[in-house]
């Protein structure tokens, strides 16, 4: 999954970006559709699925502890599951290339299966903590031996019956979260996890689509009490995959600060839990239009109409920071060009994502002449008012498809041409982001 030989590209200066695009399935539902047809009894039938190397190792994995999972010609994807309880032991390691989600969620499913399963990544996913999962996942009876730090490979010994636990999650993490409910699905009696802050709840509504019992109480503070019943049995569904507004935000930022350019993007998921980096640009003047708002999936979609606008910089609300955190990279590029100085704070997270984020969009933005100073948590940026970056540097993507993607950005609007060091790491997440880049410049 990993590509030995790098292929650099350079991004220079854009005529203005014009057109209509529908960007690919959102990753985070992509890999729990898999994930819970698989256990589900039965056929389920899943489009707009994104075929991104991140959901592709979700597949194999699933597919090595027994569902059928097949694409059709026409792009709709069919899995038999196996049914809760019903994993088998993979023969081989599980791969999971770049995919933190992958890794994280698909530990807590093997955790209450009586399987032993063996994780292995590339050089960035085994670089990323996983004692996050290991906590909770070895108090529910999971025995887990890890690389130093608590890092991949590492090996999951399964607990079948496992034991039911509470857990309050000590960080924002939605695949912490997630890991917890998944183990929690073939644990006796109720598994509850407790979240002092939301973060995005796909697994929650897409538990309770499958037919699981789960139930969400929300204290006066704010606190969600998630609890699930475990031994559930899941009844096959049919899912459409809304896009990704995640990948939406590379277009988004790219709009808003390419002059003259007036873009629309179509079917874009726009769940609370994820639509922080629109309400963040529109307080920075972002001209974005909500059109056609509906529902797709059990999910929030509209299409959004973006054009050029004159941003101005703000302080950020760290409360808002889950609801966009895989948004941060593309936000600092729209910081970059905005009037006047962004503020962020409240971001370790980035600093244990794909890559260290704070430090390489830190380090790639003053490289390309962008007035930028890195604190503890977050990233202070001066905007140039709209002028261009003066660009005309080779930026180390660190294996990390969003960093790849924000440089690529910044180039449209740089006067020397950004080269990104190896244009690979954009298929985790986002194959066909080049295609539609270049289909907007026509
Ligand atoms: C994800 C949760 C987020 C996000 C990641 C996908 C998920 O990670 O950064 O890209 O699908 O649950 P954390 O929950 O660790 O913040």
């Not at 650099?8 to 959102?26: E, M, N």
């Not at 350019?261 to 309400?279: E, F, W, Y």
């Not at 994502?353 to 490289?367: C, F, P, Y």
Request: net charge negative; glycine share 12%.
């Amino acid at each position: 999954m990993t590509d030995q030989t790098a292929t650099p590209r350079a991004f220079p200066a854009s005529a203005p970006l014009k057109g209509r695009i529908a960007i690919p399935g959102d990753k985070s539902i992509s890999h729990r559709s898999l994930m819970l047809s698989a256990l589900a009894v039965g056929e389920s039938r899943v489009t707009g699925l994104l075929e991104g190397h991140d959901v592709l190792a979700t597949a194999a994995a699933m597919r090595a502890m027994g569902a059928a999972i097949e694409r059709r010609d026409d792009g709709e994807w069919r899995i038999h599951g196996v049914g809760v309880g019903g994993l088998l032991q993979p023969r081989e390691a599980l791969d999971m290339g770049n995919s933190g989600t992958s890794t994280r969620l698909l530990m807590g499913l093997v955790a209450s299966h009586p399987i032993t399963a063996t994780f292995v990544g590339d050089a960035s996913l085994s670089g990323r903590p996983m004692g996050r999962v290991i906590d909770p996942l070895a108090q529910m009876g999971a025995d887990i031996s890890a690389s130093p730090g608590g890092r991949l490979p590492l090996m999951v010994r399964g607990l079948a019956p496992a034991i039911p636990l509470a857990y309050r999650l000590p960080m924002a993490s939605a695949q912490v979260k997630s890991a917890v409910l998944l183990a929690g699905l073939n644990t006796p009696g109720i598994t509850e996890v407790i979240e002092p802050v939301p973060t995005r709840d796909h697994s929650e509504r897409m538990l309770r689509g499958f037919g699981a019992d789960l139930t969400v109480e929300v204290g006066g503070d704010g606190t969600r009490h998630i609890r699930i019943r475990g031994e559930a049995e899941l009844k096959p569904q049919t899912i459409a995959v809304p896009g990704d507004p995640s990948s939406a935000a590379f277009f988004i930022v790219a709009a808003l600060i390419v002059p003259g350019s007036d873009v629309t993007i179509a079917n874009v998921g726009l769940n609370p839990t994820r639509a922080g980096l629109v309400d963040v640009l529109k307080q920075m003047g972002g001209d974005i239009e909500l059109l056609n708002a509906r529902e797709v999936g059990g999910e929030a979609v509209a299409d959004l109409r973006v054009r050029h606008s004159n941003l101005k910089g703000i302080e950020v609300d760290p409360a808002v920071a889950p609801s966009m955190i895989d948004e941060f990279p593309i936000l600092f590029v729209a910081a970059a060009l905005a009037e006047g100085r962004t503020v962020t704070r409240g971001l370790d997270e980035l600093r244990v994502k794909e890559s260290d984020r704070l430090s390489v969009m830190a380090t790639g933005l003053q490289a390309i002449g962008a007035r930028v100073q890195e604190s503890e948590d977050g990233l202070v940026i001066d905007g140039t008012g709209g002028d261009p970056l003066p660009g005309g540097a080779t930026i180390a993507g660190h294996l990390d498809h969003r960093i790849c993607m924000s440089f690529a950005v910044a180039g449209l609007v740089s006067k020397a041409p950004v080269t990104i060091d190896d244009i690979a790491p954009v298929a985790t997440s986002f194959p066909n982001f080049e295609t539609l880049l270049t289909g907007l410049q026509q």
